[in-house]
């Protein structure tokens, strides 16, 4: 009996890994889908931050509404030059980091001039907050470039690299495994 029951219970599972054929394989990618996206998402998240600048300056009834929007913006303007890597599993890159990094100097310079703000300033602290805010903004934008440079790069490494897969096989003289390749 438990010997009728393995011979089943090793048909249904080798009948199941066999049961759909493979997938034809993917295209390789030239990364143009990628650079895309991260180009556009980019382009769209500046225009909607710098665009919401002008709209309401002093006086304004929807400026609740506005700086959200700009926050929107500003927020993709972080994200979106990474988006196109995304494609490829990699969620955390180097111009993700960069910028990242870029947001923290700019916030500690700002803190500088607001130190150096006032009658009993300090000129010298106002000068390096400015400093440190160009540095932070600088590599933001750096941060910004990097990601969208590379994307393409990224895929085309990605896409050539060879794969190898296993899977079961079940023929009408017995069983084994079938390697695929990709080289």
Known sequence: MQLAAAIVVSCLVAGSATADPLPPPAESSSGNVELAVSLGGTLASWAVFVSTQYVCRDTCAHRT?????????????????????????HYITRGLVLRGIGVGVMLLGLAQVAQGIGENGDESAGALGALLFLGGGSLYLYGTVDDIKSVRGHVRARSQQPAVTLAPQLVRSGGGLAVLGSF
């Open 65 to 89: 509404a506005t700086l959200s929007v700009s926050g929107v913006g500003a927020l993709g303007t972080l994200v979106a030059p990474g988006t196109g890597h995304w494609f490829e599993g």
